[in-house]
């Protein structure tokens, strides 16, 4: 297991927005985390990468516990994420936001800043060239100059693909990343998403609302609903699961699209 | 008129570049007219003579387009090395001499040279890093107050007969200032970065008012400040033995009659110092900006939530931002304590700290050029531009001049009237009509000017109307813990 989440909890108030979840990931493997809005898919996320604290559980990550890990330290530990409503550094550039991304892995002394040894401009060298390289690997190479809060929505989920690949993790979150697509662009970022794992050996999870885009490419599937896992497993076990099509397909499926009252 | 808001409007006709700027773009002829514009207003500055009416209005005339000079030459078409050369020649040679003619300059241009040095500092809080800082002064103050307390003659705490500390401990105390100033940055920060946005700005506030209480108050129950009325008998630094000689040499050759030459060469050490400072910290700047420490500060201005996801350690990065921007302060302390021999606690007050922000929102957030510009505009207007106008009436009142046309006695304006009483007044004009129509500063950065310039609906925010509900939304509330 390259991820381990063992009874995660987190409250907000008295609403439980995360009870007692265990989760498992597969090295090289890509899953999907899905629910209705409000199930807990994001504040899961933001666990899992620091964002929040949880009250109570375990997360393990490659032999290594991340709870008590600032964000940047969960980052540099190999867990990058993107975000559901994107957060570009808006007015910087796209290999800007990519070489950002790469911070982690930087020597950033400040004497090093100041008196520019030779390694200094190596460094920078290296850290444009990945930038390039990554926006290569996602198809936006020739966009690199481009002033993100500028581009196109699809394309700033690019760069916020290639912003986190930038960091060289193991694992990559992504929250949501096909949301506002067209069914081409979706099958356009399946195969993204595909080739991160396959050519970049990364692991992958997703949370998705589209349907196409889960059963599509997850390996395995964790159902949120109100907080609680209610159910696992590969899509096909999903698909037929009464407890999830109940909770996330609708109810109204179940009961012939009556309105239930 | 009929309404035809539905047709297109016909695209306007190519406009022909005008031919007369296409003959000013030509390298040769911007250079020849820099040169003879500069000699010009070079001319006219040094054949003023203080003694005559109309000196205040000549002046002004004159000393702002010399000393933004370097801008023009920034903006011409010249070659990169060509502008480094005339730069160096304007700052290292033209302005002394000037300044030997007329000693005024020479204290207008070491003052643009403090100010220069602490928006810059400034700049790095608040343009790079995104903090805003309203207690700046503070840094400055703690260490004028530091070379004043051990050199002052009137503090007797650390002064055992004025022999403790010798006059070229100046040099030492530029270093030492720097890692004062920089630590107290951080042990501000320490407690102060979990803050955001106004709250910060009022925190700091609280600081730089706390520094000046302090610097008020300590002359109980040990003289170290001296109270409100400050420390006076600041030593300077020693006149190399070669200084004055060789500043009435040059006096001499340029027929200058000089009546004490070692002020001059008092003033002409303080500007030398005051470059040397500067240039330190505009390439401190520079290779901050240009790094990944500067990208990761303009990640934390841009998004707190994505810079620290994506690994930038922000409370390192952040406390960094407040220490450096602090140091710049602590350099430029030293030398201002020492230049006026007196500090008291109204030097360091709300005003000032103010002061150097709105040069550096005059100037351009995040530019460095324009940062400098900004604090060349604010200082002359503070110090040359409306004073000069009150000098000249009253020049003109003694002389009992006479408006013609509508028969106006300057006799009769109303000391209410007086321009330099209105300097706060015309300052915050400037400040409305410059965020109102140019709110990025003279010389932004080009990042900056994105930013403010972003009025159409972008197709990140129209996507985002078409995006479905969002769900929980990051709360970055405890982002700068730990």
Redesign the interface.
């Given at each position: 297991m390259l991820l381990e989440v063992k009874n995660l909890s987190k409250s907000f108030g008295g609403i439980k927005a995360v009870r007692d979840i265990s989760i498992g990931i597969e090295e090289n493997s890509i899953s999907s985390i899905i629910g209705p809005n409000g199930a807990g898919k994001t504040t899961f996320f933001n666990l899992m990468t620091g964002i929040y604290k949880p009250d109570t559980g375990e997360i393990n990550f490659n032999g290594k516990s991340l709870i008590g890990l600032r964000p940047d330290q969960v980052n540099a530990a190999g867990v990058a994420r993107t975000f559901q409503s994107i957060r570009l550094f808006a007015n910087m550039t796209v290999l800007e936001n990519v070489m950002v991304g790469m911070h982690a892995r930087l020597d950033v002394s400040l004497w090093k800043t100041l008196l520019r040894p030779p390694g200094f401009r190596t460094q920078e060298e290296h850290v444009r060239e990945k930038g390039f390289e990554l926006l290569e690997f996602v198809g936006m190479l020739d966009k690199g100059n481009e002033v993100s809060r500028n581009m196109p929505y699809g394309d700033q989920r690019r760069v916020e693909i290639a912003r986190a690949l930038a960091s060289n993790p193991k694992l990559i979150l992504l929250d949501e990343p096909t949301a506002g697509m067209n069914p081409n662009e979706s099958a356009d970022a399946m195969s993204l998403f595909r080739r991160i794992r396959d050519e970049r050996g990364i692991t992958v999870v997703l949370i998705e609302h589209d349907m196409r885009v889960v059963m599509g490419i997850s390996e395995y599937i964790s159902v949120l609903d109100y907080g609680e896992k209610i159910a696992e497993g590969s899509p096909e076990a999903i698909r037929t699961n009464t407890r999830v099509v109940e909770a996330y397909l609708g109810r109204r499926a179940l009961e012939g699209e009556q309105p239930a009252s | 008129m009929t309404m035809n808001t539905s047709i297109p409007a016909p695209a306007p006709a190519a406009k022909p570049t005008p031919p007369l700027r296409d003959w000013i773009r030509q390298p040769r002829v911007a250079g020849t007219l820099i040169v003879s514009y500069l000699a010009v207003v070079i001319f006219i500055l040094v054949k003023l003579d203080r003694g005559t009416v109309l000196f205040p209005l000549w002046s002004t005339l004159t000393f702002p387009p010399f000393i933004l000079s370097p801008f023009v030459i920034m903006a011409s078409p010249l070659r990169m090395r060509t502008k480094a050369i005339m730069i160096a020649i304007l700052v290292l040679i033209l302005m002394p001499v000037i300044g030997i003619y007329d000693g005024g300059y020479l204290e207008l241009s070491i003052q643009i040279a403090i100010y220069a040095g602490l928006a810059l500092g400034l700049n790095i809080v608040v343009g790079f890093a995104g903090l805003l800082d309203l207690g700046y002064i503070a840094f400055f103050a703690v260490v004028a107050y530091i070379w004043a307390m051990f050199t002052s003659n009137v503090a007797t705490v650390f002064v055992v007969g004025h022999l403790l500390v010798p006059a070229w401990a100046f040099y030492l105390f530029i270093p030492i200032g720097v890692v004062v100033a920089a630590l107290i940055g951080m042990l501000l920060g320490l407690p102060v970065l979990r803050l955001r946005g106004d709250y910060l700005a009022i925190v700091t506030l609280g600081f730089g008012e706390m520094i000046r209480v302090l610097a008020r108050n300590l002359d109980q129950p040990v003289n170290l400040t001296n109270g409100s009325q400050g420390l006076s008998g600041v030593l300077r630094p020693p006149l190399p033995g070669f200084s004055i000689d060789f500043t009435a040499s040059i006096a001499k050759t340029l027929g200058i009659t000089v009546a004490n030459v070692t002020p001059v060469t008092q003033q002409l050490l303080f500007y030398f110092i005051a470059i040397v400072l500067l240039r330190i910290i505009v390439l401190?700047a520079r290779?901050?900006d240009d790094?990944?420490?500067g990208?990761?500060w303009?990640?934390i201005r841009?998004?707190e939530?994505?810079?620290?996801?994506?690994?930038?350690?922000?409370v390192r990065m952040k406390l960094?931002a407040f220490a450096t921007g602090a140091a710049f302060a602590g350099a430029i302390g030293v030398l201002y304590a020492a230049k006026q021999t007196f500090v008291s606690p109204e030097s360091f007050s709300l005003d000032q700290s103010i002061s150097i922000l709105a040069m550096v929102i005059v100037g351009g957030l995040g530019g460095i050029q324009g940062v400098i510009l900004g604090a060349m505009i604010v200082t002359l207007l503070n110090l040359q531009i409306l004073t000069n106008f009150s000098l000249q009436i009253n020049a003109l009142r003694n002389i009992d001049y006479v408006v013609p046309l509508i028969n106006f006695h300057i006799r009769d304006w109303p000391p209410q009237l007086e321009p330099a009483k209105y300097q706060r007044f015309v300052f915050g004009f400037l400040l409305i009509v410059m965020m109102i129509f140019r709110p990025e500063g003279l010389l932004p950065s080009a990042?900056?000017r994105?930013?403010m310039h972003?009025n159409q609906a972008?197709?990140?925010e129209l996507?985002?109307l078409?995006?479905?509900?969002?769900?929980?939304?990051?709360?970055?509330r405890?982002?700068n813990?730990?």
């Open positions: - | 401190v290779r901050l790094s990944p420490i990208r990761a303009t990640a841009e998004d939530v994505a810079a620290i996801a994506m690994g930038v350690p922000l960094l990042r900056r994105q930013e972003s972008e197709p990140q996507a985002r078409e995006e479905p509900v969002v769900a929980a939304e990051v709360d970055p405890h982002l813990e730990g």
